[in-house]
Structure formats: structure tokens, C-alpha cells
């Protein structure tokens, strides 16, 4: 954290200074590392074996927050009898279909629960990120619990069996963790949860960038969950993103499978019509009860006029998506020429996606690419001066793309919003205007789009009407004709039919009247006043400081802050008091907006026929769930696995001790000619693991090129223990090349005792660290650390596995061509 | 900073909090535009600066030490088998500066502040300040011939602004202010990490009765000097200068003396 969000980091020092305890558990001593508290170091890709490990240290010694756990989580919850754990299937749940290669979650539910389209659904469109509130109850209870959770198939029972295996001894085999330090840091986090304390687990890409990321980041859930530290304050999991205003990305998404506000994205079989799609969005239960509001308001802010009840608010003119359409499944079908045009923007996968090599062929194969940058990226300029170029393996002269570079306007030089990892909108001001030809994302997406508008009215087809359709008409400010960023945020917030302003999500609605351009950004505008731009500090009012910028759903700062609360509505401690129950003014109150139905009294109890919110219990914190309760077991909407289990990486050194299914069998290894195997087997003995290092940003673009920083980290290096350099005969400041099955690179060597040699299952482990931001271009060059890594992705998210994967490494530069 | 009587500003630096992000480096370099110092890999942890110089004016230093229980660093540190340090090091703007002392032509002086700055378009690059400096911070800059070092962003603070060093740092480890303010707080910040478990922290540069009489610019160090390159007891190279004229004069008297000693003895002789 330290080192990829040294402002972020200044919190964890502030609280560190008040008395909290920090805990860094890396496979490298890192900046963190130096400031902390405690320092485990670990094997990359082994953190569900030493997470699953503190659930079982919990969960055998009683370590649980029981109340919490027994209000507030699906523990009690009974599962189908055809459920058949890992324990039972030597690494497989129930439901593995081979043949497919995919499993169907059936056996998954909840018993008593009628099961069907919902698994079908997610068969023909697997969108983990989509469909979290499923469970596909009729109501808020599921039918059986045993609230002493006792019953064999509860969920507190399936959780102790699950993790039954996963102790301080296997932490040590698999992790490389003496099991003492496991212990210590399972008691720290016990020591410093319950109803006086609270915990908090900070994670970045180190957890996603897995074959089984999505599954890292559960089990922290798990252990939040059990311990009651998910909304309290001081608790929770904190995702810290990758680049400024990732999190808005995702509720705005750049991805394929969501609309704004985590809605779906229409699925051409499943969805055809609007009620089918509305049928399969809008849960009886909790909020989601109100996703046709968002839809139809979503519509209504897209084709405006044109959007009516007749023709389904135009819910036609939707992308409609059929399978898989994810960045590397796209880069593997650019690769075999199934894709004609390609937009990058912010982006350099030449070099800053995994397996470079496969990104450039894939390019090579594009009749147009467009790269808008601050900066001519490698990836504007791999057709002329690539290492494929170098190697004799592609031929400018045969590379057919046609690239336009098109310079970017930076954030200094344009209005708008970054929506950091807490949800809160902040606004900038455009501080200068941009020089030359540089122009703004909102200006190129825009003027782009009026004038592919102005050439397909002159045409005039039928088919162009969703493009024709589309409310484009923003003020344009200045001489550049730039579109106003803050009419755009004023359209994302929502207005009425008189264009007034909402003031939050609450006041959508279904038939047309409202339009609303993300649901849950609804509020950002309320009063028509921009509340993202609100910059009073933080000694003028509360600690919550609510008037610093805005924060998604409503303005709360705390997600689920129901749960500060116990069910009875009381804060749990006066130490952790944050939202409460006001018996006498009947009214949910505290320091924070009452994540809550505001008047919902703590022992409401839904009568029959109730929906959405009300269909909920007056003690069901987590209101977008059907159920109201935290899952510790997930019945829908992963697909590999209701439950979190240690595989390994697809490449690993080491065997899984746990099961004969040793990796995750649902993850997706996209087999190709570009996208080779290092296999099993001791060509490749030794683990490597990418990340970032707090001089450069992401793949160098705004870094490499600016001599203030590019002088901080001037060369590409590797980082490796004093024992594997002396294993390999590698030098500090001399040179090692690196070989996986995709690329050979060379780096610099340090040597360095912050990289610890492991012991695992017995025998030395080494690991091999490598920053990722470099490439050929700029002032600070150096081979791309992403050309190693393969594609084996997260089944759930798509994301490639590159904290984890086998290499080889030996002294002296790279063979040159 | 306008008032009648300019309080003596300076920075304390609590190397305890630093997490090594250069930011202060970086913010250095763009308010005070100085050039790039090479783009050389030193191979020497996550330091490829090396050393204060005419282009680097703030330096992170990145020591990797063994553990030492018996000074008790942090726990982690003994566990894991290694300590990092970070420590930003800067001009000192010593109480009794060499450099200053030294500079024929007046280009150094000391200002309102009591800091210690070049004036650019008087320096004649001489250079006699460069040996003179303990600490060798002050440097000529190659291709230019001048001498270039830390202002204390004496702009800025002309327009009641804090150095940018100051300004960028994320976790308050510079710290600017008027000086016995900072070595009040920096007493109190020593007894806390202290009491934390790194019996060897101490404030170096904090003591007016040193060698160049405190710094300006101090520090809170969690081991030794030398482990992070400075001198231990730096002493203002000027100090003996009175008393090296002293006895130039005595011993030139002496000369003086023997000769004409010399002379009237061999006088005598004839």
C-alpha cells in the first residue's frame, strides 16, 4: 500500500500513530513491509491456504462474533441436500460438468428453493460481477435454517468441514509460513474484532491477478463476516485500485458484461424483451427489487425523447451480448483476425497486458487501430519498432493496421470526477487548457459520436436507429467546442420530466418519467448542486466529514452500517457507536446516512406479498442481498465454487497437498498457438510475480517519459534473494534473463534480502520479482515484464493470473537477434 | 513571512514515518526545476539517486540493514530479517555555515529565515564552498559551473508558502516550521518511537552545542549517522579558520624572527 498508494498509506501511519496494529503479509519485504508492525512473507499465489487457514483458527476456537454471526450472516442457512463439498469430491463441488468444463450451481442453493432458470441463465453467460444479489429466494428468509446452527448442511457446519483441513501446519507447507507466524497474526486479527474492536484487510491486484482471484477476495469476506467486521467502523475489505477512478470504471463500466450500476448487460438468448430482462434484473427482495426503475431510467437518460412505453424505451437498441466479449478473449480473436478496428485509450497493452508478445501479433492483425495517449505509447508504435520487429518475426511492411495516434488531454487539463476506492465522486477543475491537439476522452467520444451521427442520418437505414436514437446533445464550452463535463454529471445524477435534479435513486421510476444515467450515482446533483465538488475540510464538521465530496449510495460512507448497529438497533459498543436505532423519534440516526430504510423499526417483520425493501426483516443489514445477510457461502453468482478452496496457480512449482484436483478447475486457460504452457516439470523451477513500484505508474506511459521520474527507477530489474543469486551466479547491478514458455527478457539484478527464500513443502523455494512498468519507448526503457505471463484467467472476472506463474532465471543480458 | 522579526524556519525530517515514495525529490525538482541527475542504475536498493548534488537538492536514502535486537528495532524487522531505512536527506542550513563563510563574492547569504541559499546571478563558480561544506551537499553543477543546492524554496516562503519537499510529503515525515517549534515537537516525537522499541532513534542536527552549531534542517534517525552516510559529529570546516590564522601569524612572526634572527646571528658569526 505504501508503495502503489503512498497517499492512501498516510491513513494507515495516522492510525498506526493512534495505536492500531499493521500487519503485511507479501511475497516481498516491501515500503509497506518497513513500516509495519508485523511482516509475513508468503508464497505468491498461496493466500487462500493462510486465509482459509485464520476462518479455521476462528472457527475452532470460537473466535466468531456469534451474535453477529447468527443475525446477520447466512450461517443458520441450510444448503440442498445434493451439495457436496471439496472434502467430498477431492477438490470438486457438486455440480462439475467436464464436458462443458463449467459447473452448474444447482446443488449450490439454498434447500427448499425451487431451482432453475436462474441456473440456466448463468450457464449461457457466466457474470460473476452481475449477479451478486441472486439466491433466487421469493421472499427475504430462506426456507430452512437452524438458528443454533447445528444442522449438518447449515452453512456454519459446511464452513467448519470445509476449512477443517487448512491449519498453521498446512499454512506452513503450502505458504512457506512458519506456523507460529500464522497463529500470531490469526490471533491479532481475533484479538481485535468483536463488539469493542475492529479489523480491516486492505487488498490490491496482488489478490485479484489469480487464477482464483475472485475466491481470494471471498475468503477475506468469510473472515470479515465471522469476525462482525462488515459494516462497522474500522472494518471491512478495502480494495485499493490500480489506477485514479478504477472503481468508477466499474460502476460506469469499461467492461463488457455490465451496464451502469452493476446492472447486467442484456444476454441475446436470455433477454430478448425488456420483461424478459426485467424479469431476470429486479429480485423479489431488497433493493434490487427496484431494478426496473434503473432500467427504464438508464434508457430514458440514453434516448431521451425517443424512449417511450411503446417501443420498450427503446431496450432494443442495447448491445446484446452472447458470450464472452472480455479484453483477452478479444485480443485472442483479434489474434486470429476476427476483429477489424480497435479504440485504446488509457491503455498500453503492448506492453501492460499479459503476454505482450500475443497483445502486438494480435494488432498486427487489426485493419485500424486508434491510440489515444498523453504520451506515443509502445503500443501506437510496436508495427515499427517492436521486439518482433527486432526479431525478424514481423515485418512493418507486412502489417496491414492502420494506426492513428491522437494525443490526450491530462486530467490537469479537463472537468471532471475520479471515484476512489471509498465510492466518493471527487470533482476537478480544469486547471489549464491543453495544448495543440490535445483533447479530452469526453470531447473525442463525443465529437466522434456527432459525427458518425451526422454521416448515418444523411444515409438514413432502419439499422443505424440506436446510434440516431441517442440523446447526444451537451453545452459545448470554449473554441475547442468542449461538451460540459458538468451537464454530463447532471444527466448521470437524474431528472424529472421538467429536468429537474433527483435527489437519489429512491425517487427512479419505471414509466419513462425519470432519467437517470447510473442509479447508484443518483444524489451526486441532488438540489442542483455539483456534491461531488464540496471540499469543506475536515476540521469543520464531522469525523464521517460527509460534505468532502459525495460517496455512492446516497451520500453513505459505510456500506451496510445497519450492521454497526445489533439487531435490536443498539450500537454494539459505545467505542464503535456509528448507526442506530432512535426508538423514540422511530427513525434510524448515527454519524453516517442510515444505510437502511430509514424508518424500518429494527423488529419489522415483512407481512406477506411485500417486495423489494420491504421484503426484508427489520434486522437484515445487507439489503441488496435477497436474504439480507452476509454470505458466507455464495449459492449463485460464482462460478467456480460456492465456497473459497487453495488451488494452485495454473503454473506452479509445487504441488497441491490438498486435493487431487490441484488447480482451479473452472479457470480459463485459453489454449492458442500465442499462448503457450511452461507445463509442470522443472523446466521452470522458480515462482515470479509482477507489480509496481511507487516511481513509475502502471505501464509507464505517464512515468517513462518524464525525467523526474524516470530517473528514480532509470532501468527494467528483477529483485531476487542473496540464495538464488548465488544458486544462479547472479550479480547485483549486473544483468539476468528471464525465460518463461511466452518470452525471454532481461533486467537488472538486485539482490536483496527483502526477498526472502521460502521453505515449502520441505525443499527451498525462490521467487522472483518483477516490476512491470517498462517497455521499449521513453527515457526509462527495459524489457515489459508482462511478455512472461500467460493467459490463464479468473473464471469469474477474466482477470490473467500474473501474481503467479514459474520462470527460469540466469545471469548475463538476452540473446539479441 | 512578513513580519517585523522573521522567525528561523526550518525542517525537522522524522525519517520513523518516511515510506521512501520520493515524492519529495519529485516536488523539489518540478517547483525548483532542476534538471535530471542521469538515469543511472546504482543497484544500491531503491536509491538510484546516490547523493545531494547541484540537480538533487532532496535524496531518499534506502538503507537494507541486518536486525539489531539488541537496538530493537520494530518487531517486524527482527522477524522478517531485515530492516529498511528511508531517510530524506537534505541541506542542513547549518547555524555556522562554511559554505557562507567561505563564498568570496557574497552569492551565499543567509536570509530572513536563517536559511542558507545561493543567489544564482552572483555565484561566479568558484567553487570554494564545495570542499567547505561538512556534509557535502553543496555541488557545482556540470556544464553551468555555479553552485546549486536547497533554497528552503525561499520563494515560497516569501509567499507564506511551505517548501514543496514539505508540501508533498504524505506522511508529515518533513516537517516545516519555525524551528523551536519543530525541535519541541521532534523531543516529543523521539520519547514515542522511543518507547516503541528503537532505544537507538536520536535527533541528529537538533543540538545547538554541535559542530556547526544545530541544523536547520534535522532529523529523527533510528540508527547511527554513518549507517545513512552522514558524518557523526560534522564540524563547521570554518571553525579553526581564526585559530589557523592564529597560528599562520604566530608561525609567520616565528619565521619573521628566525630570519632575522638568521641575520643578526650570522652577523654575529661575521
Redesign the interface.
Known amino acids: 500500500m505504501?508503495e502503489c498508494h503512498?497517499?492512501g498509506?498516510?491513513w494507515v501511519?495516522e492510525a498506526k500513530a493512534r495505536g492500531a496494529r499493521v500487519i503485511?503479509v507479501d511475497p516481498r519485504?516491501t515500503?509497506?513491509?518497513?513500516?509495519?508492525?508485523?511482516?509475513v512473507?508468503i508464497r505468491a499465489g498461496s493466500d487462500i491456504a493462510f486465509l482459509g487457514a485464520i476462518v479455521n483458527h476462528i472457527l475452532t476456537n470460537g473466535r466468531e462474533f456469534r451474535e453477529y454471526v447468527e443475525a446477520y450472516t447466512n450461517a443458520a442457512t441450510i444448503i440442498d441436500e445434493r451439495f457436496h463439498d471439496t472434502e467430498d469430491l477431492d477438490g470438486l463441488f457438486s455440480g462439475w460438468d467436464a464436458g462443458k468444463h463449467a459447473y452448474d450451481p444447482q446443488s449450490w442453493q439454498y434447500a427448499g428453493m425451487a431451482t432453475g432458470p436462474a441456473a440456466a441463465h448463468q450457464e449461457d453467460s457466466p457474470q460473476g460481477e452481475a449477479h451478486g444479489y441472486g439466491a433466487r429466494l421469493k421472499a427475504g428468509n430462506p426456507p430452512e435454517t437452524d438458528p443454533t446452527l447445528e444442522h449438518p448442511r447449515c452453512v456454519y457446519q459446511i464452513l467448519k468441514r470445509h476449512f477443517a483441513r487448512y491449519t498453521p501446519e498446512l499454512v506452513e507447507e503450502v505458504c512457506g509460513v512458519p506456523r507460529e507466524?500464522f497463529v500470531e497474526v490469526a490471533e491479532a486479527l481475533c484479538d481485535n474484532s468483536g463488539r469493542e474492536r475492529t479489523a480491516a484487510i486492505c487488498y490490491a491486484v496482488g489478490w485479484t491477478q489469480h487464477s482464483t482471484g475472485v475466491q481470494y477476495i471471498r475468503t477475506a469476506a468469510i473472515i470479515q463476516l465471522l469476525l462482525g467486521n462488515v459494516g462497522r467502523p474500522g472494518g471491512g475489505i478495502l480494495a485499493l485500485r490500480g489506477h485514479a477512478s478504477i472503481q468508477g470504471s466499474t460502476d460506469i463500466p469499461t467492461l463488457y458484461n455490465i451496464l451502469p450500476g452493476y446492472l447486467p448487460m442484456p444476454h441475446a438468448d436470455a433477454h430478448p424483451t425488456l420483461a424478459d430482462y426485467l424479469a431476470a434484473v429486479c429480485a423479489p427482495a431488497g433493493f434490487w427489487g427496484h431494478a426496473d426503475a434503473f432500467v427504464v431510467s438508464l434508457l430514458k437518460a440514453w434516448f431521451g425523447d425517443a424512449a417511450t412505453t411503446e417501443n420498450d424505451f427503446c431496450y432494443d437498441h442495447l448491445p446484446f451480448i452472447t458470450g464472452d466479449h472480455s479484453t483477452y478473449r478479444t485480443m485472442l480473436d483479434m489474434a486470429d483476425g476476427k476483429v477489424q478496428g480497435f479504440f485504446v485509450m488509457g491503455e498500453n497493452p503492448a506492453v501492460g497486458s499479459a503476454n505482450g508478445r500475443l497483445q502486438r501479433f494480435a494488432m498486427a492483425e487489426l485493419d485500424w487501430l486508434v491510440v489515444r495517449d498523453l504520451v506515443e505509447i509502445e503500443t501506437a508504435t510496436f508495427w515499427k519498432d517492436g521486439p518482433e520487429i527486432d526479431s525478424g518475426e514481423l515485418r512493418t511492411a507486412g502489417i496491414g493496421t492502420e494506426v492513428f495516434f491522437l494525443p490526450a488531454a491530462a486530467h490537469t487539463e479537463k472537468d471532471g470526477t475520479f471515484t476512489n476506492t471509498q465510492r466518493m465522486l471527487q470533482w476537478h477543475h480544469k486547471a489549464v487548457e491543453p495544448e495543440g491537439d490535445r483533447r479530452s476522452d469526453l470531447w473525442f467520444s463525443f465529437h466522434l459520436g456527432r459525427i458518425i451521427r451526422e454521416k448515418l442520418a444523411a444515409a438514413g437505414e432502419a439499422r443505424d436507429r440506436a446510434v440516431l436514437d441517442l440523446a447526444w446533445d451537451y453545452p459545448l464550452l470554449g473554441h475547442h467546442h468542449e461538451p460540459s463535463a458538468d451537464a454530463v454529471l447532471r444527466e448521470i445524477n437524474g431528472v424529472d420530466g421538467d429536468g429537474r435534479t433527483l435527489s437519489g435513486f429512491m425517487d427512479l421510476k419505471a414509466d419513462g418519467s425519470t432519467a437517470c444515467g447510473c442509479w447508484i450515482y443518483s444524489g451526486c446533483y441532488a438540489d442542483g448542486v455539483n456534491q461531488t465538488a464540496r471540499r469543506k475540510p475536515g476540521r469543520e464538521q464531522s469525523w464521517v466529514a460527509p460534505e468532502w465530496g459525495w460517496a455512492w449510495p446516497a451520500n453513505r460512507r459505510l456500506l451496510y452500517n445497519r450492521a454497526s448497529a445489533d439487531p435490536a438497533g443498539n450500537p454494539w459498543s459505545e467505542r464503535k457507536k456509528y448507526v442506530w436505532w432512535d426508538a423514540g423519534a422511530r427513525r434510524w440516526t448515527g454519524h453516517d446516512v442510515p444505510d437502511f430504510v430509514a424508518d424500518m423499526a429494527p423488529d419489522y417483520v415483512p407481512p406477506d406479498g411485500a417486495t423489494a425493501e420491504h421484503a426484508l426483516r427489520g434486522d437484515s443489514p445487507f439489503i441488496m442481498q435477497t436474504d439480507g445477510r452476509g454470505w458466507l457461502f455464495v449459492p449463485s453468482g460464482l462460478v467456480d465454487g460456492p465456497l473459497p478452496a487453495h488451488y494452485e496457480p495454473h503454473e506452479s512449482p509445487v504441488t497441491n497437498p490438498l486435493y487431487g484436483q490441484g488447480t482451479n478447475p473452472a479457470r480459463l486457460t485459453q489454449p492458442h498457438r500465442l499462448n503457450p504452457d511452461n507445463g509442470p516439470g522443472g523446466r521452470y523451477p522458480f515462482v515470479m510475480t509482477t507489480y509496481r513500484?511507487?516511481?513509475h505508474h502502471t505501464a509507464g506511459g505517464m512515468s517513462r517519459f518524464l525525467?523526474?521520474?524516470?530517473?528514480?527507477?532509470?532501468?527494467m530489474?528483477c529483485e531476487v534473494s542473496p540464495e538464488l543469486a548465488a544458486e544462479r551466479g547472479l550479480e547485483?547491478?549486473g544483468w539476468a534473463t528471464i525465460h518463461s514458455s511466452r518470452a525471454t527478457i532481461e533486467a537488472?539484478?538486485?539482490v536483496?534480502?527483502?526477498v526472502?527464500a521460502l521453505t515449502v513443502q520441505g525443499r527451498t523455494l525462490h521467487q522472483v520479482g518483477l516490476p512491470y512498468h517498462w517497455g521499449w519507448k521513453g527515457?526509462?526503457t527495459g524489457d515489459a515484464a508482462n511478455d512472461l505471463f500467460g493467459l490463464a484467467l479468473d473464471p469469474n472476472v477474466h482477470i490473467q493470473e500474473d501474481k503467479a506463474a514459474t520462470c527460469d532465471i540466469r545471469p548475463g543480458r538476452r540473446p539479441r537477434p | 513571512m512578513t513580519t517585523a522579526e522573521p522567525t528561523r524556519m526550518g525542517f525537522f525530517t522524522d525519517t520513523s514515518v518516511c515510506i521512501g515514495c520520493k515524492a519529495c525529490e519529485v516536488a523539489c525538482k518540478e517547483w525548483n526545476d532542476v534538471p535530471t541527475d542521469g538515469l543511472d542504475f546504482l543497484a544500491t536498493s531503491y536509491d538510484n539517486t546516490g547523493a545531494l548534488g547541484a540537480d538533487t537538492w532532496r535524496h531518499v536514502a534506502f538503507l537494507e540493514r541486518p536486525p539489531v535486537p539488541a537496538a530493537g528495532e520494530g518487531e517486524a524487522a527482527q522477524d522478517s530479517g531485515i530492516r529498511w531505512l528511508m531517510s530524506s536527506d537534505v541541506c542542513k542550513h547549518c547555524t555556522h555555515a562554511a559554505c557562507l563563510d567561505v563564498c568570496p563574492t557574497g552569492a551565499l547569504f543567509r536570509t530572513e529565515f536563517e536559511t542558507v541559499v545561493v543567489q544564482q546571478d552572483i555565484c561566479n563558480g568558484c567553487g570554494y564552498c564545495v570542499p567547505a561544506c561538512p556534509f557535502g551537499v553543496i555541488d557545482q553543477r556540470k556544464g553551468d559551473g555555479r553552485v546549486w543546492k536547497c533554497t528552503l524554496c525561499y520563494d515560497r516562503l516569501r509567499s507564506d508558502m511551505v517548501p514543496a519537499c514539505a508540501q508533498a510529503c504524505p506522511t508529515a515525515s518533513i516537517q516545516f516550521g519555525p524551528l523551536d517549534e519543530l525541535r519541541a515537537r521532534a523531543a516529543g516525537r523521539l520519547e514515542l518511537v522511543k518507547e516503541a522499541g528503537v532505544p537507538g532513534a536520536h535527533l541528529y542536527g537538533a543540538d545547538e552545542t554541535d559542530g556547526v552549531g544545530g541544523f536547520g534542517a534535522f532529523f529523527l534517525l533510528l540508527d547511527r549517522p554513518e549507517v545513512y552516510g552522514l558524518p557523526p559529529d560534522p564540524v563547521v570546516t570554518t571553525r579553526d579558520l581564526p585559530a589557523m590564522w592564529r597560528s599562520a601569524g604566530a608561525a609567520a612572526l616565528a619565521v619573521v624572527g628566525a630570519v632575522a634572527a638568521a641575520f643578526l646571528g650570522g652577523g654575529r658569526r661575521r
Open positions: 505504501a503512498p497517499v498509506f498516510q501511519m503485511h519485504f515500503r509497506t513491509s518497513a513500516l509495519a508492525d508485523t511482516f512473507a507466524r513500484l511507487t516511481e525525467s523526474h521520474l524516470a530517473e528514480l527507477q532509470p532501468e530489474f547485483n547491478g537488472r539484478v538486485l536483496t534480502g527483502r526472502a527515457l526509462s
